[in-house]
């Protein structure tokens, strides 16, 4: 495994205006933790969920959540190691490819 995958989900807990009928930002973050686990299981990673609207203390965090803002993205917006994988409704098809290319072994 390349080093340990670490998952942010940045959004709102207003559910963005394209999105209606989609599942919220923090639901998104806890879906993608247990799907994540089921797929690879006791491999070690992380998803954190990042409030866009809240004040960041981590300069990364505080980029990313301000492009995602100015930039009208639909949330949430799934980023890793700096890259946004996903936005809106995420596919976790793509999450798992990530995954797999960082050397994690579905079960």
């Keep these: 495994m390349e080093k340990e995958a670490k998952i942010f989900v940045y959004g709102s807990s207003n559910i963005c ?21 089921r797929k690879f299981p006791e491999q070690p990673f992380q998803v954190e969920y990042v409030d866009i609207f809240a004040p960041q203390e981590e300069a990364e965090m505080k980029r990313m959540a301000t492009m995602i803002v100015e930039e009208d993205y639909m949330y949430p917006v799934i980023v890793i190691d700096g890259n946004v994988i996903a936005e809106g409704n995420p ?17």
């Design 17 to 37: 205006a394209s999105c209606v009928g989609s599942p919220s930002s923090k639901e998104t973050e806890e879906w993608l933790r247990a799907a994540i686990g």
């Design 91 to 107: 596919r976790l098809k793509d999450i798992y490819a990530m995954m797999t290319d960082r050397g994690y072994q579905p079960a």
